[in-house]
């Protein structure tokens, strides 16, 4: 399995970006897909989830109304858009092939490596 996220960068406050997850996953139109992030000093947090459709969705309170997640199971790629970003969304977020079952309480089972977003003013 491998994950890569790409599409951070340094933003201004209340500005959006758009991160995408290529997956290279055997399974990956029947595996749950998430982002996790991990901002400096504290511990890695979910983010998001989509189901393997695409059609329902899983949001961290913070990221609700603001970040959108989304998959294209042809392309095997993953997206986490977001918009209204502020200075505490700063973090390394990463992709995850989540484990089956694990919808309510999202568990990573594979990561990838991380991409460093950065809100300032």
């Known amino acids: 399995v491998q994950l890569q996220a790409s599409g951070g960068g340094s933003v201004q406050i209340g500005g959006s970006l758009r991160l995408t997850c290529a997956a290279s996953?055997?399974?990956?139109?029947?595996?749950?897909m998430g982002w996790f992030r991990q901002a400096p000093g504290k511990e890695r947090e979910f983010v998001a989830a989509?189901?393997?459709?695409?059609?329902?969705?899983n949001y961290a309170h913070f990221a609700k109304d603001r970040f959108t997640i989304s998959r294209d199971n042809v392309k095997n790629t993953v997206w986490l858009r977001m918009n209204s970003l502020k200075p505490e969304d700063t973090a390394v977020y990463y992709c995850?092939?989540?484990?089956?079952?694990?919808?309510?309480?999202?568990?990573?089972?594979?990561w990838g490596q991380g991409t460093q977003v950065t809100v300032s003013s």
């Open positions: 989509v189901s393997w459709e695409g059609t329902t969705t």
């Open positions: 996953v055997r399974t990956f139109s029947s595996t749950l």
């Open positions: 995850a092939a989540l484990r089956a079952g694990s919808w309510y309480s999202p568990e990573p089972e594979y």
